[in-house]
């Protein structure tokens, strides 16, 4: 299969590659060798308003569209990823540095999946029902997207966000993080393969300070549907609101694992270990904060020693490897940072927090980290690193309250051995998604994800990813409604 071939130093906008006017140029860096391996475009703030109004075009061709149009194009560009698989797998990991292997499931099968379940959820969606009185209610794409997202899942953050809003019939204007633009823009050329209208699909490459935020600022959008930090998520909000425009917000997470004194606490720690040092922990939903019973954490913390000196830190591209570099030199100094106070407060780093041997990459070793007072630091604030902080509870409440101290409730999990008090103690806690006994992400991905609290605000994922997207009108009188 022919490789897809991106043009350089260009932006995708109306259909068109280009570098704008005024642009500067930004390197793209793979953080395993520190080696350029594209260049951008950073487009000035002054760019945005050019790109908001190519999606305004492609808006009012995209959402005339019929719905059975709309689904067969998630499908074709489900197909032309599955295609282009390996041309993607490797462009992510050389981006994020994340391991081939992982970066094939993560980056474009499990997108794929996202996107075909769109098909399906467009095509039996009810754009168009009668209520009990007799009005229509229909249901209709709300305008220009602004998507705005991060580096570390990019390609599944941004088919989590394109695949509903094309669903809809919106139309989106992208600015992936800076750090790893180049997968959404092989994914614009995998839209403009399969024939998607101009305007409809556009990526505006640059910083997010400046060209983010001057779209964010832009009149013209509907909708902001942003995944990123607490801090600059409470801004968009902020902005968004300020124009009436939606704000859809994924932000991030302290998940807890609670191991209950019947659970098999080998498996949940083992489980739980590894779950939290996904993709070098750089994850929203890691399970970071492993809480066991008192009289166990010991045991517990010799586990998860064990499990983090078993990972091969290393080059991504080798098989053998189970850990990548962190994605910039920046974000290894924001974890040893968190590192270093930790132990100044009084914590024990059991294991990790080093910079690997390699002379050249972003690599730390995995730590786990025990001994922290629960106001510290260390257990309340996201690492976004492979840190694991083990700490003790005493019982049932103790443990729930613990779970539900924090300002975050993107995820959590629990491990029980009776199935009937899981389920139960799965509903005393406050997070938008609760796995059992180390489920994974089923294979169909449409269970709704997000947070409550400070983790955000709506959801992506199946039907109800689908709804943030959507605009709602009522016709009252409706001469189509035969019978009221
Ligand atoms: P970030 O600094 O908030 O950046 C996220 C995105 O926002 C990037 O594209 C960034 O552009 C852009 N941005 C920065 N300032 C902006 C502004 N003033 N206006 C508009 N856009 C702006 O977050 P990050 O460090 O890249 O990502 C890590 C964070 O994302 C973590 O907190 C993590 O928990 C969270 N996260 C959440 C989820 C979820 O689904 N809940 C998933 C993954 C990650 P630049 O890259 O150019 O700065
Ligand atoms: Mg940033």
Not at 132 to 141: K, L, Q, T, W, Y
């Amino acid at each position: 299969m022919a490789e897809i071939s991106v043009p350089s130093n260009s932006l995708f906008v109306g259909g068109r590659w280009y570098r704008p006017e005024a642009a500067a140029d930004f390197e793209v860096r793979n953080p395993a060798t520190e080696e350029v391996i594209g260049i951008v475009p950073e487009a000035p703030a002054e760019f945005a308003s050019e790109a908001i109004a190519a999606a305004q075009a492609g808006f009012e061709l995209w959402s005339a569209t019929s719905v059975e149009t709309r689904a067969k194009t998630l499908e074709r560009l489900a197909e032309a990823m599955e295609v282009h698989r390996s041309q993607l797998g490797r462009l992510t990991s050389a981006e994020i540095g994340t391991p081939l292997k992982d970066a094939l499931g993560g980056q474009v099968d499990l997108p794929v999946r996202v996107l075909r379940s769109y098909a399906e959820i467009a095509r039996r969606y009810p754009w168009d029902e009668r209520d009990e009185a007799g009005s229509s209610v229909v249901r209709e794409g709300a305008g220009v997207v602004v998507a705005i997202t991060p580096w570390n899942f990019p390609v599944h953050q941004i088919i989590a966000k394109l695949a509903p809003a094309l669903a809809a019939g919106c139309s989106v204007v992208l600015k992936p993080a800076e750090l790893t633009p180049l997968n959404a823009l092989f994914l614009a050329a995998l839209c403009e393969s399969i024939g998607l209208p101009d305007g409809v699909f556009n990526v505006v490459t640059g910083q997010g300070s400046v060209v983010g935020e001057a779209l964010v600022q832009s009149d013209g959008y509907e909708i902001v549907s942003f995944t990123g930090s607490l801090k600059v998520g409470r801004h968009v909000g902020e902005v968004a609101g300020s124009k009436i425009a939606r704000a859809a917000l994924e932000l991030g997470g302290k998940s807890p694992a609670i191991v209950f004194v019947d659970a098999d606490l080998t498996v949940a720690v083992q489980t739980t270990v590894r779950n939290c040092f996904v993709n070098a922990g750089q994850k929203c939903n890691a399970p970071t904060r492993l809480l066991v019973p008192r009289n166990r954490l010991d045991e517990a913390v010799a586990i998860a020693k064990e499990v983090a000196e078993s990972y091969v830190v290393g080059d991504p591209n080798d098989p053998s490897t189970t850990m990548g570099p962190l994605v910039s030199a920046a974000q290894r100094e924001v974890v040893t940072g968190f590192l270093s106070r930790a132990q100044s407060d009084g914590a024990r780093i059991v294991t990790g927090g080093r910079a690997a041997q390699q002379d050249r990459g972003y690599f730390l070793t995995p730590a786990i980290v025990t001994d922290v007072s629960r106001s510290s630091e260390i257990a309340r604030e996201e690492v976004f690193g492979p840190v694991l902080v083990v700490m003790a509870h005493d019982g049932e409440d103790d443990a729930i309250a613990l779970a539900n101290d924090s300002e975050y409730g993107l995820s959590a999990e629990v491990w029980s051995g009776d199935p009937g008090r899981a389920a139960h103690l799965a509903r005393r806690i406050k997070a938008g998604q609760v796995r059992v006994n180390g489920v994974r992400t089923p294979a169909l991905p449409v269970s709704p994800f997000g947070g409550y609290k400070r983790s955000g605000n709506g959801r992506e994922l199946g039907e109800f990813g689908l709804d943030e997207f959507v605009e709602i009108k009522a016709v009252l009188g409706d001469p189509t409604v035969s019978e009221a």
